[in-house]
């Protein structure tokens, strides 16, 4: 049987080295087999403290900046956003320009618009493709109500005390760009005296029955509106300010509804300051030139009465006055008008071409007439029968904004 056999396990050293070997070590000592691994790893955990020390400092203060940065650009956001909307250059450069060009033609062309669809941009872009299918050049909306809300975040103080605003300025100023964009001018329709919000928030500028500090109401209509009293300083200048902001916008011109006193039982209502005003049609006609002094040449004035108010005047609205007003022309309601006028095609319109007949006769000679056309009854040939007939001008109008 063959024997294994094992090899001698060498010497690290040559037999014949002169090896130095030490007996003994101190703890401490720098040639201690496990000083140095202690040393190394005491330095790596002394690193690793510091490094995680830094990395949570770096974390702080990230996250402090972060927030410091968000903070303020919302603030900023928000500031900026619930600013009136300033006269820059971004909105007023094309504003001349352009209230010229509306009526350099003689042909204002517009559709009404329900405030509520400039805050959904889908509506918004459809309605911006049916004015351009009707051929119109410009849209009308409410940028004050009837109720006294304002469609803006005004910096005027009484708006601010009653909570006016509808939307931030940022949805308005985008769907003002959207119109501008497309070549479509914006007028607001703006209601005056009609304001239950304002009089209701300062009582001293409202209407009241007489010798009392009862609010007067607008009952003609069964809806119990409270009205601004034209002879209040404070009203007129609280409604100038409101003015004097949206004329700063993008806007081609202002249509003036409620320059009146209330239609109410005016036998009942007082009217502070009526003594030493004189008479209230004197005083309706220098609202309407304060008006026009506010929004400046670049931005048109519109006064809207109905077609029944001017051919029959009430003692409120003085219509046949106002028609002489400083206002750049008449917007007239065809709804409401005299039963012997009707809007008839087979006839061809003739009753109510003779109606805007004798309207235009009481205006100014150089005062734009525009009509409001009900979409109940528009129709193609109304329009065409319009133009021929040299009204060039209209306003087609649909509460709902379905046309």
């Keep these: 049987m063959k024997k294994f056999k094992f090899k001698q396990k060498q010497e690290p050293f040559p037999k014949n080295a002169d090896v130095r070997v030490k ?15 202690v040393k190394t790893k005491r330095v790596k955990r002394k690193k690793e403290r510091i490094s995680s020390a830094l990395r949570v400092l770096l974390a702080v203060f990230c996250f402090v900046f972060i927030v410091g940065v968000s903070y ?15 006269t820059d250059s971004e909105f007023s450069a094309t504003n001349t320009d352009a209230a010229e060009n509306l009526f350099q033609s003689g042909s204002l062309k517009a559709l009404y618009m329900p405030y509520q669809t400039l805050s959904n941009r889908r509506e918004l872009s459809s309605f911006i493709k049916k004015i351009q299918k009707k051929d119109c050049n410009a ?40 119109f501008e964009n497309e070549k479509i001018g914006v007028v607001a329709r703006f209601f005056c005296f009609e304001d239950e919000t304002a ?22 209509n069964g809806e119990g509106k409270s009205w601004l009293n034209p002879y ?5 200048d609280y409604l100038l300010e409101l003015l004097k902001e949206i004329s700063s916008m993008s806007v081609k011109g202002v249509i003036l509804e409620s320059v009146s006193f209330p239609n109410a039982d005016l036998s009942t209502a007082g009217f502070p300051g009526e003594k030493s005003a004189g008479k209230r049609a004197s005083t309706l006609l220098s609202f309407v030139q304060n008006v026009k002094d506010t929004v400046g040449s670049g931005c048109f ?44 095609k087979k006839s061809g319109y003739s009753s109510m071409l003779s109606l805007f007949s004798q309207i235009k ?9 525009v009509p409001i056309i009900d979409m109940s009854e528009y129709t193609g040939k109304y329009i065409r029968t319009l133009t021929q ?14 046309y």
Excluded: H, M, W
């Design 23 to 37: 007996n003994s070590y101190y703890t401490f000592s720098k040639e201690y087999p496990a000083a140095k691994i």
């Design 72 to 86: 303020f650009a919302v603030s900023i956001g928000l500031n900026f956003s619930n600013k009136p909307i300033s």
């Design 139 to 178: 849209v009308v909306i409410d940028f004050k109500t009837d109720a006294g809300k304002v469609l803006y975040f005004s910096q005027a103080e009484l708006a601010r005390s009653g909570k006016c605003a509808i939307f931030d300025n940022e949805t308005v100023r985008t769907a003002l760009r959207l």
């Design 199 to 220: 009089s209701e928030t300062e009582p001293s500028f409202a209407v009241k029955y007489k010798d009392t500090d009862v609010l007067c109401d607008d009952i003609s």
């Design 232 to 236: 209040s300083s404070g009203a007129t």
């Design 301 to 344: 004035v519109l006064v809207s009465e109905s077609a029944s108010d001017i051919t029959t005047p009430n003692e409120g609205c003085y219509s046949a006055e106002l028609l002489k007003s400083s206002a750049d022309g008449i917007c007239t309601d065809t709804l409401s008008r005299p039963e012997n006028y009707i809007a008839d």
């Design 361 to 369: 006769q009481k205006q100014n000679e150089n005062a734009v007439f």
């Design 389 to 402: 007939n040299g009204y060039e001008s209209f306003i087609l109008f649909d509460e709902s904004g379905r």
